[in-house]
Structure formats: structure tokens, C-alpha cells
């Protein structure tokens, strides 16, 4: 079992002019190591993974740093209201740059996977397919799939300003996966939600959207609803499925050094 460090970081994110929080799970190993961006449901912060479950215990055992973001309610998105935050652009650009910067990593978008639940499900998703560039995995539980799509059910809980505010299809994963299939096909995409959560049929009906692209990913099913007990099981196969499609990467990186 490998010792880690966990660090809370206060830095300066320059594309939202002020402070921001991440949560950073460090192996006490030699590095560079492959990173996980880890994002938050609604009502959380970058504290919530760690309060909420046994990650530090989970991450024990891989070769991987985490990384847990605040991204307070922004779906993850560019907010275009007057006195919007572009989150969008904190994590793909001031967090992703400021852990290279910082930490031991492989600084390289097949060392890098992203993951979340709910609202941060979604935007797992969702910043993957906007930046295959920046990341090579993505992982999402329970996720908010129908935020920002055309189509949107009777029941949407997420139909708000943001969303209304939004260039059209610039933050639908539905759009963005049949806009580019082939650099989605480059990304390894695996989600899943409980049979009980209200936000399943969001899941079934994105599976069935990428088998129709003929976009490979995994997806399951399983007993449970939307909350803690479900995630704290099911982020087990999320970190197992991300470190193993980028170890080989941060191998033969530090393989250089």
C-alpha cells in the first residue's frame, strides 16, 4: 500500500480573476504520475469527494494523482451572463496548467482522464468531448446528460438560466459526440448510473446515441439511486478503468527522466 499526500491548494485562476480550490491526491512516489480530474455535483465543492467516501483509500493502490475541483454550480461551463465565471476555462486551462506546473505529472493528454458524478458527471463528458486534445479518458456516474440538449424531458430539473443563456449545442454531449465522432472515438469512455436514479434515462438514451455514431465506450446499469452509497462504490471502477488506460503513458514517461 503506497503512502499519499493530500493537499488543499488555494491558487489565482486567471480566467476567473480570483481565487479558486482544488483538493490534490499525491503518491509519495517517485514521479511523473497520470492525473485524474475528479469534478463535483451540484451543491458541492472540492471537498465532496474526499467528505463524501474513502477516495484517499481507493487511490492507495493505483499509480495515480487526483485531482478535485471547485466548480460551484457552473455545469462546468463558459457562463456568458453578465458576471459569469468561465469555468470552462479554469479547468481545462488555469487547473490543468497549474497541477503540470506544480506536481509531478505526465504532461500529456494520454496521461490525463476525467471523472465525476452528477453535474460533474456531465461535465466529465462533456469537457472530454470539447477537448480531446487535453484528455484521453473520461468516466462519469449518474450523470446530468440532458443539460444543455435539445431535447429535453418533462421532468428537467436543470432547464434554468444557464442552460437558456448557452450558445445552442455548444454544451450538449448528444451534439458534441455526432459533431466529431472521430475525435470522440479517440477517448475512452465508460458511464454508468443506478437503476433507481431519476437521471438514468439521460444515460440510456446517450448509450444508445454513441452506439448509434459508433463511438465505442462502456456502459452499465446497477441497483442503486443518486446518492454517496452509490458513488462510493461505483468510483472504485472509474479509478481502476482511468489508471489502467493511462498507466503505459506515465510508464514510459518516467521511463525518460
Request: proline fraction near 4%; charge should be negative; aromatic fraction near 10%.
Amino acid at each position: 500500500m503506497a503512502d499519499m499526500a493530500v493537499c488543499s491548494v488555494d491558487f489565482h485562476g486567471q480566467a476567473l480573476g480570483r481565487l479558486n480550490n482544488i483538493e490534490v491526491i499525491v503518491p509519495q512516489a517517485p514521479g511523473p504520475f497520470a492525473v485524474m480530474y475528479l469534478l463535483h455535483g451540484i451543491g458541492g465543492d472540492h471537498t465532496s469527494w474526499h467528505r463524501g467516501m474513502g477516495i484517499v483509500r481507493y487511490v492507495e493502490e493505483l499509480d495515480l494523482m487526483v485531482v478535485m475541483v471547485n466548480g460551484a454550480r457552473s455545469f462546468y461551463t463558459n457562463d456568458p451572463r453578465k458576471g459569469g465565471y468561465a469555468y470552462e476555462d479554469h479547468v481545462v486551462k488555469d487547473v490543468v496548467g497549474f497541477v503540470d506546473a506544480t506536481f509531478p505529472t505526465v504532461a500529456k493528454r494520454q496521461a490525463r482522464g476525467l471523472a465525476g458524478n452528477s453535474m460533474g458527471g456531465y461535465g466529465a463528458m462533456m469537457l472530454a468531448l470539447r477537448h480531446p486534445d487535453v484528455f484521453s479518458v473520461v468516466s462519469a456516474h449518474s450523470s446530468a446528460l440532458f443539460f444543455g440538449h435539445a431535447d429535453q424531458p418533462a421532468d428537467n430539473a436543470y432547464d434554468d438560466d444557464l442552460m437558456r443563456a448557452l450558445p445552442a449545442g455548444e454544451y450538449d454531449c448528444f451534439a458534441l459526440a455526432k459533431r466529431n465522432p472521430a475525435k470522440a472515438r479517440e477517448l475512452a469512455i465508460r458511464f454508468d448510473c443506478g437503476r433507481e436514479d431519476h437521471l438514468v434515462e439521460a444515460s440510456r438514451r446517450f448509450h444508445a446515441h454513441l452506439d448509434r455514431l459508433g463511438i465505442a465506450h462502456e456502459y452499465a446499469e446497477h441497483d442503486g439511486g443518486h446518492d454517496w452509497a452509490y458513488w462510493d462504490e461505483h468510483i472504485r471502477r472509474t479509478l481502476r478503468f482511468v489508471a489502467e488506460k493511462l498507466k503505459t503513458s506515465a510508464a514510459q514517461a518516467r521511463g525518460t527522466h
